[in-house]
C-alpha cells in the first residue's frame, strides 16, 4: 500500500479522535447553555483563554479515558452469564508495547506490511523499537492525566495541612515547618529524585516511609475539616469523621503498603516511587503560597468576628480562611498540574522509575532524542503532547486568573 | 543589618548541614554500598568480598562518625591494607601510603575527598565543571534577562492592548516548554539535515541543505561558537523568559494604574518617557527577586540541557555522580548547589531593601 499523504494523516487522526470530539462538543455546548447557573466554571466560558485552555485540557482528558477503553458486563457472582462486551472504544491502533519488525524507525503515515490484521498504518511512524508512536503517544496520556493530578491533589492536602498552622499561629510552629520546607526547596529537583527514585530506596523501604507520612496528610486533614465543623452535633460528627477515616485507612493501607485486604486500592511499586517523589518535590511550595495567604487574611474582619465568637482554631483555618484562600489556591491548582507534568516528563527522560517500556510522555522523549536528527518523529510527538497539555493548563489557570478577579 | 546578615548565615549554615546529611544517609544506604562496593572492585564478588571490602574502605563505621569524618571534625579512619599491608585511611594519599598523612582531612580542611567514578579529586573536577557550567548561565542570562524585561514591559504598559494579549500568550507558551521539549524542537528544527529549516531553505535555494546549528555541544568545552552554543543557551534560556516576562508584566501593570503615574500623564509628559522615566524604576524592583531567585531554578534546566546536548558541565556532572553512586562528588555537587540556592536568596533579600526604601529590616 502507498504511504499516507499528511492531509490523509490528519483526517484519519481526526477519526481516531471521534468519540473525543463528540465528548467536548456535548460538554461545551451543555457549559455554555447553563453558564449563567455555574459558578466560577460557567465564568470560564466568557474568556477566551480559559476557554481554549479548557478545550485542551479535556481534550487531553478524553484522550485518556478513551485511549484504549473496553466496557463490559459485569460478571455477577452466582449467575452465570456471559460476559458481554458492552462497547469498545480505541483512539489507539495498536498496542502500545507490540512490534512489527519491518516497521522500525519508519516516517509518519506509512502502511504495514500486507497480510496483517491490524490498523493498516502507523499514522506517526514506528519508533526505534518498531512501535506506533501514535498509540504510545495516546497511551502515555492516560499515566500522565492519572498521576499529575492526584500528585498535585496529595501536595495540595500536605501544603494546606502544614500551611494553615504555620500562617495562623506563626511563632515556633512556623519557623519549624518554614525551616522544612525551604530545606526541601534548596534541593536542586534533579538531585532529589535521583536520590529518591531509584530501586535502592526503594529496597530500604524509605519510600513506604515517605508514602506512609505523606498519605495520611489527605485523612487527618478531611478528619479535622468534619470535626471543626460539627464539633457542636456530634452524632453528626461521629459519623463523618468515622467515615473519613474507615474509607481513609482502607485506602491508606492499599495506598502506602499494598495491603488492602479487599484490594480495591493498589498502586505499583514504580509508580509509588515516581508518585511520593513528585508530592515530596511540590508540598514545599503549596506550603509557602498557603502560608503567604493565611499571613494576608488572618487580619481580616470576619476572622476577627470568628475569634470573637469563640471559634476553635482549626475551625477559623479551615471554614473561614482557606473558603476564602480559594481564588489564588485554584488557579495555582492548574499551573500546578502543569508543572507535575513537566515534572513527571523530566522524570521519565532521566529514566527514573519508569519502566523502560513504558509509553510515558518523557520516557519516549529521551529515547527518541538519541537519534533525533535522522527520526525527528518518535521524539517531537510526545514532546509536542507534553507541550500542549501543559500549555492548556497555564491557559486555563490564566482564564480562571481573569475571571476570578473580575468580582 | 548585621544582625539580620548573621541570622541568615546561621539558617544558610544549617540547612547546608542538614541536606548534606541527607545527601550523606540517602547515598550511604546498605544497597547503595553494595552497589559502589561491586562498581570499584569486581561485579562477581561474593556478599563476605563486599563485606570486607566495604570495611577494608572504612564504609562500615557508624554513619554519623563518617558524616563527620567528611565534614573534617572527626579525625579520618586509618586501617592496614590486608594483602600488602600498607597503612590506608581516609587522610592517607593511596600513592604514597607511608608518608605521614593529616589527622583531620574533612571538607573544613578544603580535602572534598576522591570521586570513584571519575578517579580524580572532586574539588578539581567540580572547579572546572563549574566554569564550562558558568560561561553556559552567563550567556543564558544575557540572552534571558533583557528579552524577558523588555517582552514584561511592553506587555504591562498598555494593558489589554493586543501586543499585550499577544505577548502574554507568547510568555505563557513559552512557561509550557520545558528544556527537554524546546531542545527537543530545536534540534529537530534546526540541526537535521532531513527536516525542519535547513532542507527548507536549500528548497528556497537559499542554504546549503547542512545543520544551521549543531545538536551537541561537546565541542563548545574546548572553543565557544555560535553554532554549537547557541542552541543549549536557547532552550535553558526560553523556560525562564516566560515566568520572568510575567512577572515582570505584572508589576509594570500594577506600577502603571498608580496615582503618580496618572499626575504625570495629566500634566502633559509623554507616555514614552512615563514608561522610561517614571514607570520603569519602580515596576523593576519585583522582577529583580524573581530573577534571582530564578537563578537557582535554571540548574534544573542546566542539568537537563546539559545532559540532552552532551555539554559536560556541572549538570552533567551531577547525573553521572548520581548514577555511578559516587558518594562524595554528590556531596561536592550539592554543596555547590545548596550554596548557590542559599547565596541568590540572601542576594534577593538584601537587594530589595536597597531596591526599595519602604521595606526595612527589623
Redesign the interface.
Known amino acids: 500500500m502507498k504511504a499516507l499523504s499528511w492531509g490523509e494523516i490528519l483526517a484519519r487522526m481526526g477519526i481516531q479522535f471521534l468519540p473525543v470530539w463528540i465528548c467536548l462538543a456535548l460538554m461545551f455546548s451543555v457549559s455554555f447553555v447553563f453558564k449563567r447557573r455555574l459558578g466560577l466554571y460557567g465564568k470560564l466560558f466568557d474568556s477566551p483563554?480559559g476557554m481554549v485552555g479548557f478545550f485542551i485540557v479535556m481534550f487531553w482528558t478524553f484522550t485518556a479515558i478513551f485511549a484504549d477503553l473496553t466496557v463490559a458486563t459485569p460478571s455477577i457472582p452466582f449467575l452465570n452469564l456471559p460476559s458481554h462486551l458492552l462497547f469498545h472504544i480505541h483512539i489507539a491502533t495498536h498496542d502500545a508495547l507490540s512490534q512489527i519488525v519491518q516497521m522500525k524507525d519508519k516516517l509518519p503515515g506509512t502502511a504495514l506490511p500486507a497480510g496483517t490484521s491490524e490498523y493498516p498504518y502507523y499514522l506517526l511512524g514506528g519508533d526505534h523499537l518498531a512501535r506506533d508512536v501514535f498509540s504510545r503517544m495516546v497511551m502515555g496520556a492516560r499515566r500522565v492525566l492519572v498521576i499529575a493530578p492526584a500528585a498535585t491533589c496529595f501536595a495540595y492536602m500536605v501544603g494546606i495541612t502544614l500551611g494553615l498552622p504555620a500562617g495562623y499561629v506563626g511563632g515556633r510552629v512556623d519557623t519549624a515547618l518554614s525551616?522544612l520546607a525551604?530545606?526541601v526547596?534548596?534541593?536542586?529537583?534533579?538531585?532529589l529524585f535521583?536520590?529518591?527514585v531509584?530501586?535502592?530506596?526503594q529496597?530500604?523501604g524509605?519510600t513506604t516511609i515517605l508514602a506512609a507520612v505523606l498519605f495520611l496528610f489527605p485523612i487527618v486533614f478531611v478528619a479535622i475539616l468534619f470535626n471543626s465543623r460539627y464539633f457542636t452535633n456530634p452524632m453528626k460528627r461521629n459519623l463523618y469523621v468515622g467515615l473519613t477515616l474507615v474509607i481513609g485507612f482502607w485506602a491508606y493501607s492499599g495506598l502506602a503498603f499494598n495491603a488492602d485486604p479487599i484490594g480495591v486500592f493498589s498502586m505499583g511499586a514504580n509508580t509509588l516511587n515516581v508518585f511520593v517523589a513528585v508530592v515530596f518535590v511540590n508540598s514545599p511550595t503549596v506550603f509557602r503560597i498557603v502560608r503567604g495567604i493565611v499571613f494576608d487574611i488572618k487580619s481580616r474582619d470576619y476572622v476577627a468576628a470568628a475569634q470573637t465568637r469563640g471559634e476553635g482554631r482549626w475551625y477559623i483555618m479551615l471554614w473561614e480562611i482557606l473558603p476564602n484562600a480559594r481564588g489564588p489556591l485554584i488557579v495555582d491548582f492548574c499551573l500546578r498540574i502543569?508543572y507535575t507534568t513537566?515534572l513527571l516528563?523530566?522524570l521519565g527522560?532521566?529514566g527514573l522509575g519508569v519502566s523502560p517500556e513504558s509509553p510515558d510522555w518523557?520516557s519516549t522523549?529521551?529515547a527518541?532524542?538519541k537519534l533525533?536528527?535522522?527520526f525527528?518523529h518518535p521524539?517531537?510527538v510526545p514532546?509536542?503532547a507534553?507541550?500542549s497539555l501543559?500549555?492548556g493548563?497555564?491557559?486555563l489557570a490564566?482564564g480562571l486568573r481573569e475571571e476570578s478577579l473580575r468580582d | 543589618m548585621l544582625k539580620f546578615l548573621l541570622r541568615r548565615l546561621g539558617t544558610m549554615l544549617a540547612t547546608a548541614l542538614c541536606l548534606t546529611f541527607i545527601v550523606f544517609y540517602l547515598t550511604n544506604l546498605q544497597p547503595n554500598l553494595v552497589k559502589l562496593a561491586k562498581t570499584q572492585a569486581s561485579a562477581r564478588m561474593s556478599d563476605a568480598q563486599v563485606k570486607s571490602w566495604l570495611h577494608d574502605n572504612g564504609y562500615t563505621d557508624p554513619l554519623l562518625t563518617r558524616y563527620g569524618e567528611w565534614l573534617g571534625v572527626v579525625p579520618g579512619w586509618t586501617g592496614v591494607n590486608a594483602e600488602s599491608g600498607k597503612p590506608m585511611g581516609r587522610c592517607v594519599n593511596p600513592n604514597a601510603p607511608n608518608a605521614p598523612a593529616p589527622r583531620y582531612c574533612g571538607i573544613v580542611q578544603g580535602n572534598w575527598g576522591t570521586s570513584t567514578v571519575f578517579r580524580a579529586p572532586v574539588i578539581s573536577i567540580i572547579g572546572t565543571r563549574i566554569g564550562a557550567t558558568g560561561l553556559l548561565m552567563l550567556w543564558v542570562l544575557i540572552i534571558m534577562v533583557p528579552s524577558a524585561l523588555v517582552i514584561g514591559i511592553l506587555a504591562g504598559m498598555r494593558e489589554g492592548s493586543r501586543m499585550d494579549r499577544g505577548l502574554s500568550a507568547l510568555s505563557i507558551a513559552s512557561t509550557a516548554t520545558p528544556e527537554y521539549v524546546s531542545g527537543v524542537i530545536l534540534i529537530a528544527l534546526l540541526s537535521s539535515p532531513m527536516i525542519g529549516l535547513p532542507p527548507l531553505l536549500k528548497h528556497w535555494g537559499v542554504g546549503t541543505g547542512s545543520p544551521l546549528f549543531k545538536g551537541s555541544a561537546t565541542s563548545a568545552l574546548d572553543h565557544i561558537t555560535f553554532d554549537n552554543f547557541a542552541l543549549p543557551v536557547l532552550t535553558i534560556a526560553l523556560y525562564g523568559i516566560g515566568y520572568i516576562a510575567r512577572m515582570t508584566r505584572a508589576s509594570m501593570t500594577e506600577v502603571m494604574t498608580a496615582q503618580y503615574i496618572r499626575t504625570a500623564r495629566l500634566k502633559g509628559v509623554s507616555f514614552r518617557s512615563v514608561v522610561l522615566k517614571h514607570a520603569l524604576r519602580n515596576a523593576l524592583i519585583a522582577p529583580f527577586t524573581v530573577i534571582m531567585l530564578q537563578i537557582p531554578w535554571l540548574l534544573n534546566g542546566v542539568v537537563i540541557t546539559e545532559t540532552l546536548f552532551n555539554y559536560k558541565g556541572f549538570g552533567w556532572t551531577l547525573v553521572q555522580a548520581a548514577q555511578g553512586n559516587d558518594i562524595e562528588l554528590l556531596l561536592g555537587c550539592s554543596v555547590v548547589a545548596v550554596v548557590v540556592v542559599l547565596l541568590t536568596q540572601l542576594i534577593s533579600d538584601v537587594g530589595y531593601v536597597y531596591l526599595n526604601p519602604r521595606i526595612r529590616i527589623s
Open positions: 483563554v525551616f525551604n530545606l526547596l534548596a534541593f536542586p529537583v534533579i538531585l535521583y536520590l529518591l531509584t530501586p535502592a530506596i529496597e530500604s524509605i502543569g513537566i516528563g523530566t527522560f532521566f518523557g522523549i529521551n527518541g532524542s533525533l536528527s535522522i525527528p521524539a517531537l514532546a509536542i507534553l507541550m501543559v500549555l493548563l497555564n491557559l490564566d
